[in-house]
């Protein structure tokens, strides 16, 4: 969770400094939801947004960003039991029921303690380069 919430928090400084920049900050949206930032930077950062030339690299890192969502958007709500097998190793069993065009759709997600590993090693990475692109992208602006 503190990986997810440490990418958040950086991309909503990101947001708040392109706000301010003189002309182009004017298309910045500020918005409640934490998905909407990461879309909101996604669209200023694209080929066409307003700072396409500085986001080159941060439009790489969010798409990479994005696979990483399931998993957050299953801990953050989703239900949660801890099993332990017969050699002590433990296992999270993750289910949520979500709606999607008004259809039921349940969700599922099994890690045990290697997998679990793995795929932190593999967020905070993720977390880390997008974090390094953000700062280099801010780094000349507005600052």
């Known amino acids: 969770m503190d ?3 440490r990418a958040e928090a950086a991309v909503s400084e990101a947001l708040l400094l ?6 182009r900050g004017d298309a910045v949206t500020l918005p ?6 990461f879309a909101a930077l996604s669209e200023l950062v694209s080929e066409d947004g307003a700072f396409a030339t500085e986001g080159k690299g941060v ?9 990483h ?7 953050c709500h989703g239900m949660a039991t801890v099993t332990v097998d017969h050699r002590g190793r433990w296992h999270l069993v993750l289910k949520m029921l979500t709606f999607r065009s008004g259809e039921a ?6 890690l045990d303690e290697e997998e679990a590993a793995e ?12 974090e390094g692109r953000l700062s280099g992208m801010t780094a000349g602006i507005g600052r």
Do not use: P, Y
């Open 69 to 75: 969502q399931s998993l957050r958007t299953l801990l």
């Open 59 to 67: 439009a790489k890192s969010l798409a990479e960003w994005g696979v």
């Open 32 to 37: 409640h939801l934490v998905g909407q930032r």
């Open 18 to 23: 392109l706000s301010g920049v003189s002309g």
């Open 119 to 130: 795929r932190l090693t593999a967020l905070h990475a993720a977390r880390q380069r997008l």
């Open 105 to 110: 759709v349940r969700e599922s997600l099994i």
């Open 3 to 5: 990986e997810f919430a």
